[in-house]
C-alpha cells in the first residue's frame, strides 16, 4: 500500500517573509486574489517549500512522511496547493483566520467566501487542486491522508466535493469537527479521533493547533504495526483507530480562570522578560504556572505583541 499525506500551511516560518497580505490595497475577492498572484509572480526570492514551513504541526506531518517514505502536499491560503519537495516558493504572510495576516480584512465588500478565495488561488497558480490529485491518481493502492484544521477544511470543502465517487474511499480525514464541513459521502473517511488523544493513556498529547497532524502521526504508526491491513478499507481504518484508542481516557478537565487582555499580556511580558521561550513554551506556562485560561489564537496574537513590546524596550 501507497501514500500521500496532506497537510495544511503554518503561520510559522523559517524565513521572513518577501510578501505580506497587509500590504495590499483592499478590493473585492477576485481583485485582491489577481494582485496577490501578480506580487507572487513577481517575487524573485524562493525557497523550498520543504524548508519553509516551522511549528510542531509541520513537524508531524513530515515526520510521517519520512515514516512512510511518502510525498507530502501542503495546503496553502497564499500558495494554492503546493509539493513539499521540489517546489520553490516565495517566504509570505497570509492567512484567511483572523489576524494581522488575515487576507479577510482586505476584502472591502461581502464577497469574501474562504471556498472562493481558495478557487481563485489554484486558477491562477495552474489550476492544481486537491480533487485533481485524487482524481488522476493512476495508483488504486494509493491511500492520501489529509490532516486538516477546520478553517482550512472550509476553504477546500468544495474541491474536496469534487472527488470522484469511485475515488473516496482512498482518502482518510484527521480533524475535529469535519463531519459538520463535508458532505455525508465523506463521513466513512473521517478518522474518530478525539479528545483521547490529548489523555494520560496518550504519547501524541498537544496543542489543538495540531490535532489533526498528531492524529495522522498516530494512524500513521498503526500502518507500521498493521502494513497488510490498514488502508484497506476506509471504514475498516475508522474500526482500527477506533479500537486502538478505546481504552484510552479523556483528559480532565482544569477550571481555570479568565483574565483580560491586558493582565494576560502583563504576564506574557513578565514570563519573556525572565524565561524567554516561543509562543507555545510561554502558553503552556499561562495555563500550567499561572492557572489561566487563553485560547490559542487568542495567545498568540497577546504573544506578538508581547514580543514587540519586548524588542522595543531593548531598542531593537
Given amino acids: 500500500m501507497n501514500f500521500c499525506l496532506v497537510t495544511t500551511c503554518t503561520s510559522r516560518k523559517r524565513h521572513p517573509p518577501s510578501l505580506c497580505v497587509r500590504e495590499l490595497q483592499t478590493g473585492s475577492i477576485t481583485e485582491v486574489a489577481e494582485k496577490w498572484i501578480q506580487c507572487v509572480d513577481l517575487s524573485k526570492m524562493r525557497v523550498e517549500a520543504y524548508d519553509l514551513y516551522a511549528g510542531r504541526s509541520y513537524r508531524e506531518a513530515t515526520a510521517a512522511a519520512r515514516i512512510l517514505d511518502a510525498p507530502l502536499w501542503i495546503i496553502s491560503a497564499g500558495m494554492g496547493l503546493v509539493s513539499s519537495r521540489n517546489e520553490p516558493i516565495t517566504p509570505y504572510n497570509l492567512t484567511i ?3 494581522p495576516d488575515s487576507v479577510i480584512k482586505k476584502i472591502s465588500d461581502d464577497t469574501w467566501s474562504p471556498t472562493r478565495w481558495w478557487d481563485l488561488i489554484t486558477s491562477r497558480r495552474g489550476g492544481r487542486t486537491i480533487a485533481n490529485i485524487v482524481n488522476d491518481n493512476k495508483n488504486s493502492e494509493c491511500v492520501l491522508l489529509f490532516a486538516l484544521s477546520k478553517n482550512y477544511a472550509k476553504m477546500v470543502r468544495n474541491d474536496i466535493g469534487r472527488i470522484h465517487e469511485k475515488k473516496i474511499d482512498m482518502v482518510r480525514f484527521f480533524g475535529r469537527g469535519l463531519e459538520d464541513i463535508f458532505d455525508d459521502k465523506f463521513k466513512q473517511c473521517i478518522m474518530p479521533y478525539d479528545s483521547k488523544l490529548n489523555g494520560p493513556n496518550s504519547t501524541y498529547k498537544g496543542a489543538m493547533g495540531d490535532f489533526s497532524q ?39 478537565r482544569i477550571k481555570r480562570p479568565v483574565e483580560t487582555n491586558e493582565n494576560i499580556l502583563s504576564l506574557i511580558s513578565i514570563d519573556i522578560e525572565n524565561y524567554g521561550g ?39
Avoid at 498516530?218 to 498493521?226: F, G, Q, R
Avoid at 502494513?227 to 483507530?241: C, E, M, W, Y
Wanted: charge should be positive; glycine fraction near 8%.
Fill in 97 to 99: 483566520s483572523y489576524g
Fill in 214 to 252: 498528531r492524529a495522522m502521526r498516530h494512524y500513521v504508526d498503526l500502518v507500521i504495526e498493521n502494513p497488510t491491513t490498514l488502508g484497506v478499507n476506509a471504514r475498516n481504518d475508522q474500526d482500527a483507530v477506533a479500537d486502538a484508542i478505546r481504552n484510552w481516557t479523556p483528559p480532565k
Fill in 278 to 316: 516561543g509562543s507555545g513554551k510561554l502558553l503552556r506556562r499561562l495555563r500550567d504556572h499561572h492557572k489561566i485560561a487563553c485560547e490559542q489564537g487568542r495567545f498568540k496574537n497577546l504573544y506578538k505583541q508581547a514580543v514587540e513590546m519586548h524588542s522595543k524596550k531593548l531598542g531593537k
